[in-house]
């Protein structure tokens, strides 16, 4: 490979980072995104996705609540000597932590085990010592979030994002004295000066919401940006400042007036769609200068707010990956980064593992995971200690985060591309394709398939399902073009799909898919299912509404006969099988022909075809169901079958069809556990093409958004390299004839072992709802047996060495 190289950099405590602009070019990272880190100060190691911190009142002591898929704890840090002084694991966590103004407690919200613990601080290590119960009900969602405790009046405020409430609880007693109804989920709390006043950012409703404490009512809603989060009081309380992640944005609200007087745009240009991802505040000593975590821009943007209505942007300090949290100590900005740094990567990997990090499965009768290693588990945080940067430092750092950035307001209008190449380089522009067809499958590397081919980048030890298994997706790589180099956006599906279809996945859906996936408890909230974890501006197809572009979905985003969002109401197939492990892929196959057939006949074939084939996920081992070759034969077979009809159609030569896996999951792959397979066929792709250009997600949707004539939808697809390159300017003939398979497609699973006691305990209703390293682990044994070991995925950095691809370069 001549484009990327892989770099690998173990991080200890408290390592030193990058400052000057030499340094910072020189250990630049590039993420599988496209987007790169130059993270400045020091480094100290944090736990799975820390969300919040929390500072004593002397300043000596800082706590972070960790909360993510694998093992969540909460740390203690000495602040002086910036090292962890301690740690203890919380089964169930999220985001609300404070300590007591006498710093002998904690307080932290245990999230969906519905109650408030308290935990005493004796020589500087954690105790449990109280617990809050907020409901007895096990089923029951409530969900603690942000709490406040007031001491003097020995009363607890917390919110929660489930049942949507304000819980008053008294301290003394444990009594839930009132329950409050919030129109929906609360994310943060801050009670004033005074005590009187309770604001309560309303993550889910847009506003900030006031509770008045002695009245024990909620005031006039206080409407700001979307998706408001963190929240931060001034000392003399006169003005709230409100991070809005959807916006980019922090309102800032005159309290005396209850209105929002300002508003900062937190992201690196004006009028920047969403992708900042606005989700923390702090204020320097003096509480002139403001610093916002904009999670998605891997920076801190960094204001003057002397003058409140005169602010003013000063610049940007580059931290680590998707910034979640900010405070300030004396001159020193503490930073949470939620993924920490991607060069993290696994060392033991491709090898077998044996590591608290790992997952190592008992042999014998009885399977057991005895540790964890899986994609979600495997971005661990770091807290970035950074000194207070001067007027020339943070002109320096300012630099440094712009180069970082792919994206800039001119891509939004222009793209990458070559002169008469099908994919137009200016947004409007004409092209040949009037047809564009996106399928989506479920959770495969791109060695588990197409690691078997010597002309691309693959391992062939990690291939699971290779030619044999899939044959007309072999076909489809060497026939047309082979992306080797092609990397999802998101880590499972429940990010996944929204990634694949808005270019983006919310702070909500971020922050709260992890607690589900580690078994936590909390809802799958992707695909349209719950308002909040929406984008903004919603999905590709809210986007066609928009632009005049005519489109119809067939499974993705719709289930049961029933859209998940308004945009498909009546531009939906309704006979279409969504996501059901019961129903063959060849069928739906057959279901998408006839309606496609239909609409060919009085020309009302849409401009774009969004496409569900999901069998790939395969049901393991579980007894009497198709065995997972089956599957994956039956879902190759259906693309194969998709394809061939597609180019014997009328439309084929201004056609275009984009075929993607919605995440990669914990499928080994030797690159990147991000890397993926992606397919592109039609009339004007090039024939036995190889392109090693680095694609993501968000390329196909940006090429696809090209082709209709439609902008981005967000920084992610106007800053992703467009997939010009498979293009040619000449149609070929159609000669695509799928391959049959040589498997039987109602093979059943008979086997009686450990891997089909374990298949059979999983919920296999919807997609990812088993617990997904176990699952892969189980395939790789099923498959390779016993004796192979599993391999770990690989966590990796990369470093594009040559951009620049000629159009006809075709070679290794």
Not at 736 to 758: G, S
Not at 777 to 791: E, H, N, T
Request: aromatic share 10%; with cysteine; glycine share 6%.
């Amino acid at each position: 490979m001549k484009y990327i190289i892989l770099l690998y950099i173990t991080f200890f405590c408290c390592k030193a980072q990058a400052q000057t602009a030499a340094d910072l070019k020189a250990s630049r990272i590039t993420l599988p995104n496209g987007w790169s880190l130059t993270p400045v100060g020091t480094s100290l190691p944090l736990g799975d996705l820390p969300l919040n911190m929390a500072v004593s009142k002397s300043g000596k002591l800082m706590a972070v609540t960790n909360n993510g898929q694998s093992t969540q704890t909460i740390q203690l840090i000495a602040v002086q000597q910036q090292k962890v002084i301690d740690e203890i694991v919380i089964p169930k966590s999220w985001y609300g932590l404070q300590f007591a103004q006498n710093e002998q407690s904690l307080y932290v919200s245990a999230g969906n085990d519905n109650r408030i613990l308290k935990y005493a601080i004796v020589q500087n290590k954690l105790q449990l010592a109280d617990s809050f119960l907020l409901s007895n009900n096990k089923k029951e969602l409530v969900s603690p979030a942000g709490l406040v405790v007031d001491e003097k009046s020995e009363t607890m405020y917390v919110v929660t994002k489930e049942d949507n409430s304000l819980y008053i609880i008294n301290i003394a007693t444990k009594q839930i004295i009132k329950k409050v109804s919030l129109p929906a989920e609360a994310y943060a709390c801050v009670l004033n000066k005074q005590r009187t006043i309770l604001y309560i950012s309303c993550w889910g409703c847009d506003k900030v919401l006031p509770f008045d404490v002695q009245q024990q009512t909620l005031l006039s809603p206080i409407p700001v940006g979307d998706n408001p989060n963190e929240m931060l009081l001034s000392k003399n309380g006169k003005w709230l400042y409100v991070a809005n992640a959807n916006d980019n944005s922090v309102s800032i609200i005159n309290t005396q007036q209850q209105k929002v007087v300002e508003v900062l745009n937190a992201a690196l240009y004006p009028n920047a769609p969403s992708g900042s991802t606005t989700n923390g505040v702090a204020l320097s000593a003096d509480e002139k200068t403001l610093y916002i975590a904009n999670a998605d821009n891997n920076c801190l943007a960094v204001f003057d707010v002397t003058t409140i209505g005169k602010s003013f942007s000063k610049g940007f300090i580059p931290v680590g990956w998707y910034p979640t949290n900010v405070k300030v100590i004396g001159k020193k900005i503490w930073v949470t980064n939620g993924k920490g740094l991607s060069s993290s990567a696994n060392p033991y990997g491709p090898s077998p593992i044996r590591s608290r990090e790992a997952v190592i499965y008992q042999q014998g009768d009885t399977a057991k995971p005895i540790g964890v290693q899986y994609i979600a588990g495997l971005f661990k945080g770091t807290m970035s200690i950074i000194n207070t940067p001067n007027a020339a430092q943070l002109a320096t750092y300012s630099k440094a985060v712009y180069e970082n950035t792919p994206y800039s307001k001119a891509k939004e209008t222009n793209a990458d591309g070559m002169f008469g190449n099908p994919i137009p380089t200016k947004v409007g522009a004409a092209s040949p394709i009037k047809y564009v067809f996106y399928v989506i499958k479920e959770n495969r590397t791109y060695d588990q398939i197409l690691g078997d081919l010597k002309q691309g980048n693959g391992d062939s030890s990690l291939v699971l399902f290779g030619e044999k298994y899939t044959p007309n997706q072999h076909q489809l790589a060497t026939s047309f073009v082979l992306l080797d180099n092609f990397y999802v956006d998101a880590e499972v599906s429940a990010d996944g799909h929204n990634w694949s279809m808005g270019a983006y996945a919310t702070d909500y859906l971020e922050k709260t898919w992890p607690t589900n996936y580690g078994g936590r408890g909390g809802r799958y909230d992707a695909e349209g299912n719950r308002s909040v974890a929406n984008n903004k501006a919603g999905f590709i197809w809210d986007h066609c509404k928009r632009n005049n572009v005519t489109y119809r979905t067939y499974g993705e985003f719709a289930d049961n006969g029933k859209a998940n969002i308004p945009a498909l109401q009546f531009n939906m197939c309704a006979q279409y099988e969504g996501y059901n492990m019961n129903v063959k892929d060849t069928t739906r196959f057959a279901q998408w022909k006839h309606d496609f057939d239909s609409l060919l006949a009085i020309n009302k074939v849409p401009q774009l075809s969004t496409v569900r084939f999901g069998n790939d996920h395969t049901e393991g081992l579980r007894k009497g169901k198709p065995s997972p070759f089956a599957h994956i034969a039956d879902n190759d077979y259906a693309v194969g079958l998709f394809i061939e009809y597609l180019s014997k159609s009328p439309i084929w030569n201004e056609t275009a069809v984009f075929i993607v896996e919605d995440d990669a999951q914990n499928g080994a792959d030797h690159v990147d556990a991000h890397r993926s397979t992606a397919y592109v066929a039609g009339g004007l792709v090039k024939r036995n093409f190889v392109d090693h250009t680095m694609y993501s997600t968000s390329s196909v949707l940006r090429t696809i958004e090209l082709i209709t004539g439609m902008p981005p939808m967000t920084q992610y697809d106007a800053a992703a390299m467009p997939m010009w390159r498979c293009f040619q300017a000449t149609t070929t003939p159609a000669n695509f004839t799928a391959i049959t398979p040589n498997i039987d497609l109602n093979q059943k699973n008979t086997v009686l072992n450990q891997w089909q006691r374990l298949s059979d305990s999983y919920n296999f209703a919807k997609e990812d709802a088993v617990p997904d390293l176990e699952f892969n682990q189980l395939l790789w044994y099923a498959i390779k047996g016993d004796a192979v070991p599993f391999p770990g995925p690989k966590r990796a950095a990369f470093i594009k060495m040559n951009p620049k691809q000629d159009d006809d370069d075709d070679d290794d």
